[in-house]
C-alpha cells in the first residue's frame, strides 16, 4: 500500500495561458461589457425617433389645424389669423415654438382655369404669397374650373434632438394641406397680415 501512494501521478503543471483559456470567470461581465454600448445606442436611438415621431406629428396637426380653422369662416381678419396662428403654435407644446413656420393662402382659378393667389398670410420666417401671382405646385384638377378655391395651409419644423446620439442633425419636417371653404365658395382674407 504504500508503495502505490509513492506512485500517484503527479499533477500536471499547465501554463499560465492556458490556466486562463480554461477559467470560466467573469464570462458573463465580458459579454454584458460587449453588448451594452450596442443596447445603450439602440436604447437613445428609440427615444430619438419617439421623439421626432411626435414633432412630425404635432407639425402635420398644427399645419392641418390652420387650415381647417380658416376654411370654418367665410372670412378672416387679421386678427383671426393672429388667433389661428396662436393655436397652432398651442397645438406644438411641448416642443419648441421657434422653429415652426406656418403659411396659409387662398386660392381660387380665374376665368381661365389658372390658380391665383387671392391672399396669403405667413409666419415664423415663411414669406406670404403676392397676392394675384400664379400659384404653382397645385395638385391637377383641384382647381380646374373658373371660381374654384381652395385654402393652401404649409408648415414646416426644424426638429433638433436633445441628445443627438443616433440623429445628430435632427430633421426638417415638411407638411401641406389643402382644404375645400366650407361655408362659402371662397374664404375672404384680411387686408393685411
Not at 380646374?144 to 414646416?156: H, L, T, W
Amino acid at each position: 500500500m504504500a508503495l502505490l501512494r509513492s506512485i500517484r501521478p503527479r499533477p500536471l503543471r499547465l501554463g499560465i495561458l492556458h490556466r486562463f483559456g480554461l477559467d470560466a470567470r467573469g464570462v458573463s461581465a465580458l459579454e454584458f461589457a460587449l453588448i451594452a454600448p450596442v443596447m445603450i445606442l439602440i436604447y437613445f436611438g428609440v427615444g430619438e425617433l419617439c421623439e421626432a415621431m411626435m414633432a412630425q406629428r404635432r407639425t402635420s396637426h398644427a399645419t392641418s389645424a390652420i387650415g381647417d380653422l380658416t376654411t370654418q369662416s367665410q372670412s378672416v381678419a387679421s386678427s383671426d389669423v393672429s388667433d389661428i396662428f396662436a393655436a397652432a403654435t398651442t397645438i406644438m407644446a411641448p416642443f419648441p415654438t421657434a422653429p415652426l413656420k406656418l403659411r396659409m393662402t387662398s386660392v381660387t382659378a380665374n376665368s381661365s382655369g389658372t390658380p391665383k393667389v387671392d391672399w396669403s398670410c405667413a409666419q415664423g420666417g415663411l414669406t406670404k404669397y403676392t397676392t394675384g401671382a400664379t400659384f404653382t405646385g397645385l395638385p391637377t384638377g383641384l382647381v380646374s374650373a373658373a371660381g374654384d378655391s381652395i385654402i393652401v395651409s404649409e408648415g414646416q419644423y426644424n426638429w433638433a434632438s436633445p441628445a443627438k446620439y443616433v440623429l445628430p442633425n435632427g430633421l426638417n419636417f415638411n407638411e401641406i394641406f389643402y382644404l375645400k371653404p366650407r361655408k362659402s365658395a371662397q374664404v375672404t382674407g384680411p387686408a393685411s397680415c
